[in-house]
């Protein structure tokens, strides 16, 4: 069975600063991997995914997240975050028609 | 865009009661998901369907059911609610043409309180 685990449950980070969100998965088949990103009072929204091809996958507002088979790790970055980008984020693995979650990290961007 | 509709951000309702939580999609998507989601524990999937009267059981089914008469409509049902069920719960639909790959589309959620 799919697994996902998130290292972190909370990251504070000051704003113009890098940040990574850690996901590692553990499955004994391929796997599509997404990260989702849950602002306050919202549902979760698609930041990016990974299907195939360049293991480098980036979203529209910075983030980037690398697919990384031999470390079963798909670890999301941002080179500069904003005040915005407070949220919590989800990283999730592809299991048959469903989705496998991890527990989330909720990102704290402070001034 | 896609519209995920749940029908009531907050509800509070009573230990014992038969609750009712609909979900509604605009996107013709065939599959449609319960999740419920608790602090520290993201989210877990309830049920799923594929089909209109097709489920499949998620990883915490005990305490619910759920319906799709209608390709749009899915449903999740607490026959008994009890307070640990007390929870955010979020409805979420994909389209199935090109398999798993599709991401899925989320509801902004209900908040339920059983007291």
């Known amino acids: 069975a799919q697994s996902v685990t998130q290292l972190d449950s909370q990251v504070p980070v000051f704003e113009e600063a890098p940040v990574e969100l850690r996901c590692n998965y553990s499955?004994?088949?391929?796997?599509?991997l997404f990260w989702y990103v849950q602002y306050p009072n919202q549902g979760l929204q698609l930041l990016l995914k990974?299907?195939?091809?360049?293991?480098l996958v980036e979203s529209i507002n910075g983030f980037e997240a690398e697919f990384n088979k031999s470390q079963t790790s798909f670890h999301l970055r941002k080179p500069s975050v904003h005040i915005s980008d407070t949220a919590e984020y989800f990283c999730?693995?592809?299991?048959?028609?469903?989705?496998?979650f991890g527990s989330g990290t909720r990102l704290q961007v402070q001034p | 865009d896609v519209k995920v509709t749940q029908s009531s951000r907050y509800l509070v309702k009573r230990t014992g009661e038969k609750v009712f939580l609909e979900c509604v999609q605009d996107?013709?998507?065939?599959?449609m998901f319960w999740y419920r989601q608790d602090p520290g524990l993201g989210l877990r999937l309830i049920y799923f369907?594929?089909?209109?009267?097709?489920?499949e059981k998620g990883d915490i089914p005990e305490g619910y059911s759920v319906s799709r008469e209608k390709k749009e409509r899915f449903s999740l049902i607490l026959e008994s609610a009890s307070t640990n069920q007390t929870s955010m719960y979020l409805c979420?639909?994909?389209?199935?043409?090109?398999?798993?790959?599709?991401?899925?589309?989320f509801g902004d959620g209900t908040r339920l309180s059983i007291l």
């Open positions: 979420a639909s994909s389209s199935a043409l090109t398999g798993a790959g599709q991401p899925q589309h």
């Open positions: 499955s004994s088949v391929s796997v599509y």
């Open positions: 990974y299907l195939s091809g360049s293991t």
């Open positions: 999730a693995v592809t299991r048959r028609r469903a989705l496998t």
């Open positions: 996107m013709d998507h065939e599959n």
């Open positions: 369907s594929y089909d209109v009267k097709m489920k």
